[in-house]
């Protein structure tokens, strides 16, 4: 059983940054590949970037990559998204999410425990 809890989100003028985090509980954190979803309204949850269990391997969408970044602290049962250079499109609700699997899922049904998310804005 893993409990994921999300912080860091806001509102930010485009261009800006925000860094997301996500504190898991639970003593298997380093057993789950872990991602970062994001979900704006009437659109399907996304992944933005995931993390394989020992963080050694990545995965990024293409509205990630260059300008996202994923990482754990496995020692901390944490995992991070730093976002810069945030765009409008941006907007919406990111979770949190973990997956017992060993490589990295990209679909949603794939992850098994899930965070309540957090809110980012992104104004022009």
């Known amino acids: 059983q893993v409990q994921l809890v999300e912080s860091g989100g806001g509102s930010v003028q485009t261009g800006g940054s925000l860094r997301l985090s996500c504190a898991a509980s639970g003593r298997t954190f380093s057993s789950h590949a872990m991602g970062w979803f994001r979900q704006a309204p009437g659109k399907e949850r996304e992944l933005v970037a995931g993390i394989s269990r020992s963080g050694v391997s990545t995965y990024y969408s293409d509205i990630a990559k260059g300008r996202f970044i994923i990482s754990r602290d496995n020692a901390k049962n944490t995992v991070s998204l730093q976002m810069s250079g945030l765009k409008p499109e941006d907007t919406a609700h990111y979770y949190c999410?973990?997956?017992?699997?060993?490589?990295?899922?990209?679909?949603?049904?794939?992850?098994?425990?899930w965070g309540q998310g957090t809110q980012v804005t992104v104004s022009s």
């Open positions: 999410a973990a997956s017992p699997r060993v490589t990295i899922p990209t679909m949603p049904n794939r992850y098994d425990y």
